[in-house]
T-cell receptor
Framework: GENVEQHPSTLSVQEGDSAVIKCTYS??????FPWYKQELGKRPQLIID?????GEKKDQRIAVTLNKTAKHFSLHITETQPEDSAVYFC???????????FGQGTRLTINP | NAGVMQNPRHLVRRRGQEARLRCSPM?????VYWYRQLPEEGLKFMVY????????ESGMPKERFSAEFPKEGPSILRIQQVVRGDSAAYFC?????????????FGEGSRLTVL
């Protein structure tokens, strides 16, 4: 089955700097890649997603890139703010399958 | 639209008791997923259900765990004879469409503590 690896497990950046979180997946049949943000004690919330027919997608300060050949996808957050502090999860879904497989999560801390 | 509703939000059980967690999907959603999150860990898929059908239970432990999504009423995740290792947050998610055509919307989770 699908396996998703996420790095780093923790990331600390200065406010205003950029943060990058990387994921790799194992099954080349995966074609949907969402990113979720989870604040302490809260539910995961979708912040951006990308499908395999595009290589990059942006939404204000957040962007996601996908390299299908290398089976990598990354989350980029620019101009980080304290409210960006949270745990971020990448995920992958295999076409035809019905479940999202999540990475292990990255705890992002924005230092003021 | 009230979103995905889970209850109870917090549940405390002693070893050997039963835990029942309920999930009402968003209005118009017919697909329900259950995930387990251990402290400081990621989300592990447990089971995917549609009304009256279990579609994929590959993540469910073989014993003590069961799930249902009846024609009427919420989806229920049932854990019999709980053990300390069952302590976790259990998240339910729903979607309108099959698989990768739609976003998964998560509930706030049910936090089970086994004493």
């Amino acid at each position: 089955g699908e396996n998703v690896e996420q790095h780093p497990s923790t990331l600390s950046v200065q406010e205003g700097d950029s943060a990058v979180i990387k994921c790799t997946y194992s099954d080349s049949a995966s074609n949907y890649f969402p990113w979720y943000k989870q604040e302490l004690g809260k539910r995961p919330q979708l912040i951006i997603d990308i499908r395999s027919n595009v290589g990059e997608k942006k939404d204000q300060r957040i962007a996601v890139t996908l390299n299908k050949t290398a089976k990598h996808f990354s989350l980029h957050i620019t101009e980080t703010q304290p409210e960006d502090s949270a745990v971020y999860f990448c995920a992958a879904m295999i076409q035809g399958a019905q479940k999202l497989v999540f990475g292990q999560g990255t705890r992002l801390t924005i230092n003021p | 639209n009230a979103g995905v509703m889970q209850n109870p939000r917090h549940l405390v059980r002693r070893r050997g008791q039963e835990a029942r967690l309920r999930c009402s999907p968003m209005k118009g959603h017919s697909h329900v997923y259950w995930y387990r999150q251990l402290p400081e860990e990621g989300l592990k898929f447990m089971v995917y259900l549609q009304k009256e059908n279990i579609i994929d239970e590959s993540g469910m432990p073989k014993e003590r765990f069961s799930a249902e999504f009846p024609k009427e009423g919420p989806s229920i995740l049932r854990i019999q004879q709980v053990v300390r290792g069952d302590s976790a947050a259990y998240f339910c998610a729903s979607s309108r469409d099959r698989g990768n055509t739609g976003e998964l919307f998560f509930g706030e989770g049910s936090r089970l503590t086994v004493l």
